[in-house]
């Protein structure tokens, strides 16, 4: 039984009085304890679906399909229900930890609120509860922290108390949306391995969203790329590199400069990239592909399993890389 | 002896009790590529305002093309001056531009500054935007309407404009998208193969600098802990932050905390 | 990327701008432009003379001719109401005009300044804003004798340092921006980037601060001529009107006071709503 089931989400939202779709057919599952990452550009719609998983889509919006935790569809859950689910069973850690801490809270307070008014906790059981995370997270002095301000806090200890907030309980999956993306790259790769470590000690799933694929591919199990609201390719993390299929992934990899390379050029993708309102007739990605023929213009191409990756693009079959 | 495009010696900066930049020295030649690598709180980008005058040293020398830039200039003459030596492109795409302002005007003004004549600036204005691949049908665009790609094209264009001998990359490609950052990249390396333009490209993004940058300037701290050919340094890190600059930068086989140098 | 950012990149601007002003916008404009109207031709469109006195009509109610009855002094209330307009709206005008030029610069200097000038003006007008407006109006009252220019002195002075500490917040917010350090960079004069970069940009939020302001100075500047601190006799003003019919009000002839009341009431609304609507129009809230 997967622990998380999307199938056929779409997203509608509100601009300019009239609703318009961003997320196009999105459907995926994952396995409890299995690490998910979702990369793509600005406008692919990436966070949008990982907020619709915690039941987090924007005002006014309309949301298509379904998303079941645990077989049980989110979209009809009773408010109770959806609070108890957000509250004890999924966990979310975003990009900017400053901006979802209550600045004039002390650490204290802001860690154990969840588990005194929602799951009910004494707090002196919370507040020692909190001191053992803290210490699990890798802060120093974990008793002096919880009376500190945010403000005193550093961007990556402050991204560590988010994640401790989350381990008071035993969440069943973790929700992160860009977690690095404003640290520095040394704590970015000691904030990872924290997650990583907690995330098989504790057996918990992760859907970790970002733009960095050479991030996500060392610390997921399997990646999903998404494009202009849809997903194009869906494949093992270890086959990202040298196995993707979808000419997007791999003009996204071959973008960024390469470790040990010595390029004299990057080989750049032309024009912008589309956000999902931008949908055409065939695939939106087409006026961008350097391997583009009339059929993806005129016709959406459809998910299909090719070995072990999954690839919504007509000559994914025929486009030999070896030979790039 | 040549005369490098900047040298900067000794450059020391206090913002109340805080040591910004503690002893800093370093030289840019002439049509040079070199990057100043560290992370929030390193100094680099107190080092890189100083130097076009935005920022005071607390002491040291900043010489630039030989000439003792030590202090801001206060005369609008003066500061005209030192516009043809030194310009820079900041990082945040959506605040580079006046948001009043369309692209051709802002290139033109910037045109006029430089003491180009009026009869010209139309014509060299759309010499600027090609320059940096803008299309004609957005030159009398607002950056409201332009991607922040597009945006980034036209501030490097309006840096450009007074021909300046070297430009200061600020994170100019930090807040890109992957595929756009490749584009501005390459673009940068074009303008300079054509124009022989100097770059202090400051960043915290190691597999940019290797790609972009001859010399490598390593900081931590408001110190320079290490710096040198991008080659050695990159492949002989001496310094144990460098090295672990270097471990911390995802890539295929990374294992997030370990270190695999 | 946000929702926001996704509608910036197809928003057609007018529409949703003609939608976000409203029809209550619209009202407010229409409303005042009546009164600025009868501010510049009261006089001339006005179908009595305002200041004849003839007791004989005392409190007399509305009769063919002259809509509104008469005041206590037996003179045409609709038009003093319409004369009325000028002095009622030139205050407020002034006053408008000279605090928003002083606090716009007094925040541009703040914030281009930074430092201990910032520091000085901001310690300056925290201990300006503590000091009450009116009574700084009855102070100079008590020194230069009652009357309007006295009036619009003191409350620029009591209204200057709150718009100067809401502005400098923005001001300090664009010149922070890069665009701003990039035209240093190219070798601009300060000056030139001033008045011709940062002023315009910061211009939506000056003219929505002054609109608001507008409601409250009609308002203020009313208090002062009702209680007989502005507008002197026998110049007709909505505020002295007010305070004048307040003796009628108690022998059981409102119309005065209501009429003059109302004209005070809808101008300080309608300018409320404009200011309000405009910073939303602008996108300035």
């Known amino acids: ?324 | 002896m040549t005369i490098p495009l900047i040298k900067v010696s000794q450059l020391t900066k206090h913002f109340g009790n805080l040591l910004a930049l503690d002893d800093v020295s370093f030289e840019v030649p002439h049509g040079g590529s070199v990057a100043i690598v560290g992370e929030s709180g390193s100094g680099k980008t107190t080092a890189a305002k100083i130097l076009v005058g935005l920022e005071r040293a607390t002491s040291g020398r900043v010489e630039v093309d030989g000439m003792d830039w030590s202090t801001p200039s206060t005369s609008s003459r003066a500061r005209r001056e030192r516009a043809r030596y030194l310009q820079i492109v900041f990082q945040d795409p959506y605040s580079s531009l006046d948001p009043r302002q369309s692209i051709k005007s802002a290139l033109r003004e910037a045109l006029l500054a430089s003491g180009k004549p009026r009869d010209q600036v139309d014509k060299l204005a759309v010499e600027l935007a090609d320059l940096v691949a803008l299309p004609s049908r957005i030159h009398d665009a607002r950056p409201a309407q332009l991607s922040g790609g597009q945006r980034q094209r036209a501030a490097i264009a309006r840096a450009l404009a007074a021909q300046p001998k070297g430009l200061i990359l600020d994170e100019s490609v930090a807040a890109l998208d992957v595929s756009i950052q490749a584009q501005i990249l390459n673009l940068l390396t074009d303008i300079r193969e054509q124009t022989g333009i100097a770059y202090l490209f400051v960043s915290h993004d190691l597999a940019v600098v290797r790609y972009f940058s001859d010399e490598v300037i390593v900081m931590k701290g408001g110190r320079v802990v290490e710096s040198g050919k991008t080659e050695s340094v990159m492949n002989q890190p001496q310094h144990e932050y460098t090295k672990l600059l270097l471990a911390s930068i995802p890539r295929p086989g990374w294992v997030p905390g370990k270190r695999t140098i | 990327m946000s929702i926001g950012q996704l509608a910036l990149r197809r928003s057609a601007g007018s529409r949703k701008s003609a939608k976000k002003f409203g029809w209550l916008g619209w009202a407010a404009v229409c409303v005042l432009s009546t009164f600025a109207f009868f501010g510049v031709f009261g006089a001339a469109v006005a179908p009595h003379d305002p200041n004849k006195i003839d007791l004989a009509y005392a409190y007399v109610g509305p009769i063919p001719g002259h809509l509104l009855g008469f005041d206590e002094l037996g003179r045409d209330l609709f038009s003093r109401l319409l004369v009325g307009a000028q002095s009622s709206l030139l205050g407020p005008f002034m006053l408008v005009f000279f605090a928003t030029l002083a606090g716009t610069t007094l925040a541009v200097v703040a914030a281009w300044r930074r430092g201990w000038v910032d520091a000085l003006l901001s310690t300056g007008v925290d201990i300006a804003i503590a000091f009450p407006g009116i009574l700084l109006a009855i102070i100079l009252v008590t020194i230069f004798g009652a009357s309007l220019p006295v009036a619009v002195l003191a409350l620029t002075l009591a209204y200057t340092p709150g718009l100067a500490r809401l502005l400098r917040t923005s001001a300090t917010r664009e010149t922070g921006m890069e665009y701003i350090k990039a035209l240093k960079v190219l070798g601009f004069s300060d000056s030139r980037i001033i008045f011709r970069h940062l002023l315009p940009n910061l211009a939506p939020y000056i003219f929505a601060q002054a609109i608001v302001m507008f409601g409250y100075a009609v308002l203020d500047i009313g208090a002062l001529s009702f209680l007989g601190l502005g507008v002197q006799a026998p110049t007709s003003d909505w505020g002295s009107m007010v305070a004048a019919g307040a003796s009628g009000l108690l022998q059981g002839y409102p119309t005065q006071t209501i009429a003059a009341g109302s004209c005070l009431v809808l101008t300080a609304v309608s300018f409320a709503i404009i200011g309000e609507r405009l910073a939303r129009v602008w996108g300035v809230e």
């Open chain 1, 1 to 324: 039984m997967s622990l998380i089931k999307v199938d056929s989400l779409s997203i509608d939202v509100l601009i300019d009085g009239a609703h318009s779709r961003v997320i196009h057919e999105v459907s995926f599952e994952v396995e409890p304890g299995e690490a998910l990452g979702i990369v793509g550009e600005s406008g692919s719609g990436k966070s949008l679906t990982l907020r619709a998983i915690a039941g987090l889509t924007p005002p006014e919006s309309v949301m298509g399909g379904r998303i079941d935790f645990n077989d049980f569809d989110i979209t009809e859950m009773t408010s109770d229900r959806l609070l108890e689910y957000r509250s004890s069973q999924i966990a979310m850690i975003f990009q900017d930890p400053r901006a979802a801490i209550n600045p004039v809270r002390k650490i204290g307070d802001f860690l154990v609120e969840n588990v005194v008014t929602n799951l009910g906790w004494s707090r002196s059981q919370a507040r020692s509860r909190a001191v053992e995370v803290l210490t699990e997270v890798g802060i120093t002095n974990p008793e002096k922290q919880l009376r500190a301000f945010p403000s005193e806090l550093s961007g990556g200890m402050l991204q560590r108390v988010m994640i401790a907030s989350n381990l008071l309980y035993q969440p069943d999956l973790l929700l992160a949306d860009e977690p690095t993306t404003a640290l520095d790259v040394t704590t970015q790769s000691s904030v990872m391995a924290l997650i990583d470590d907690l995330r098989v000690t504790r057996g918990m799933a992760m859907i970790f969203v970002t733009h960095n694929l050479e991030l996500a591919a060392a610390v997921c199990d399997r990646i999903l790329v998404m494009y202009a609201g849809r997903i194009i390719e869906s494949l093992p993390a270890r086959n990202l590199h040298g196995h993707s299929r979808h000419p997007y992934t791999r003009a996204l990899l071959n973008a960024r400069p390469q470790a040990e390379g010595h390029e004299k050029r990057l080989v750049a993708i032309p024009g912008q990239p589309a956000s999902g309102l931008e949908w055409t007739t065939g695939c939106t990605y087409a006026s961008r592909c350097s391997f583009a023929q009339e059929i993806c213009r005129t016709d959406l191409p459809e998910m299909r399993k090719i070995g072990t990756s999954e690839v919504a693009c007509h000559r994914a079959d025929d486009i030999r890389w070896d030979k790039q």
